[in-house]
């Protein structure tokens, strides 16, 4: 059996517990960070940062690169806060915006998705918490709406391998038909581009194994390069079964072409990192099928 992961982004998921029957299409929470405080140290404004995550691996992992990446790259910055809390569980934010708001941080870093993201930046948008947001899932459901409430015109930032505002006719296409159809009253619209690449590269492996065989759809992607719906090539490693792709830097605000949620705002390219540029050593020692 193939698990095919677009999402689940813990480091040890392609290093320590690697596995020849695992693909991973999404960039791993190491990758992201280190984009996002490259970033981050070249702001000079940033003086204080506090971190806050969901309290499983994932959460621990973002913690720890996030330390570590802060210290190494701006010495100087401040971690005022530094906590998780339970996954999944919390209803009302209000008491950690104010400790974040005590804390006198003018930086948040988090990991968290789902309504842990968008409860976040609701409790701080009625806290009136004006802080910079640098996030790796801010434009997941409800969050774009929470932002555009607490007034932040392009102080919220999120990492992806996508958003609405590339410039890509193919994807652009392929977003507004999904929107169209699916969008509904709240206007979702598609998310992640790694979920086509992953679709897509299925499909190419199917073909180039003519083969439904697990073994052998595995061999096929281990190490295929495929030109994605952005024109850009992405390739997958065959040391982990990583797949390495340009990442984007976004803030969220006014003035885009593509907004989310009927907000009128939308993402807005601060930056990119090549795919080569992604690259990270690996631990894995993958045990292949004879």
Known sequence: MLYFNYAAVDPALTNEKCSFWHLRWDANSDIKMAALTNFMKGRPDIKKVYIIGQ???????????????????????QIVGDELHPLLKITDFAPYVAKIKASGADSVITGNWG?????????????????????????????????????????????????????????????????KKHGGASQQGWWYLRMK???????????????ADPKKVAAALSDMKFRNALGAEVFMRPADH???????????????????????????????IKAQDTVVPTTCKMVRPS
Do not use: C
């Open 242 to 272: 990583s797949l390495f792709q340009d990442m984007y830097i976004s803030s969220f605000g006014s003035g885009t072409k593509h907004d989310e949620e009927k907000t009128g705002w939308g993402w807005k390219t601060v930056g990119v």
């Open 197 to 211: 690449n992953q679709m897509d590269m299925f499909a190419a492996a199917l073909d180039k194994a003519k083969s």
């Open 55 to 77: 309290d499983y691996s994932f959460g621990h992992a973002v913690r720890k690169a996030a330390n570590e990446m802060i210290k190494a790259k701006r010495p100087d910055i």
């Open 115 to 179: 309504n842990d993201m968008a409860l976040l930046l609701k409790a701080a948008a009625d806290a009136g918490l004006k802080v910079g947001w640098y996030t790796y899932y801010a434009g997941g459901a409800g969050a774009p709406t929470a932002i555009k409430q607490t007034g932040l015109d392009h102080q919220v930032f999120q990492i992806s391998e996508w958003h609405t505002n590339v410039p890509a006719p193919e994807m652009e296409a392929f977003a507004d038909a999904f929107l």
